[in-house]
């Protein structure tokens, strides 16, 4: 598993956000470096529309079998 961390830079009231991967410990194992990265998301479920501008969260990355 890999574990990326991400910052909500926007989110629309139709369930469309914008997060972008952020420097720190969490996201050395994947880049030393500057990480690069970007979700584009539409949750079309209002209850599942929990992305705050502003805030980070973790995007966890694992094998789908």
């Known amino acids: 598993m890999v574990r990326a961390k991400f910052k909500c830079e ?3 009231g139709n369930g469309r956000a914008v997060l972008r991967a952020v420097y720190g410990p969490e ?3 994947w880049s030393t470096a ?4 970007e ?3 539409t949750i079309t479920n209002p ?3 929990k992305f705050e501008v ?3 969260y973790y995007l966890d990355f ?3 079998e």
Do not use: F, M, R, V
Request: glycine residues 10%; hydrophobic residues 25%; proline residues 9%.
């Open 27 to 29: 996201n050395e194992p």
């Open 34 to 37: 500057t990480p690069h990265g």
């Open 54 to 56: 502003g805030k980070c």
């Open 10 to 12: 926007s989110a629309e």
């Open 62 to 64: 694992s094998l789908a």
């Open 39 to 41: 979700l584009q998301i």
């Open 47 to 49: 209850d599942a529309q």
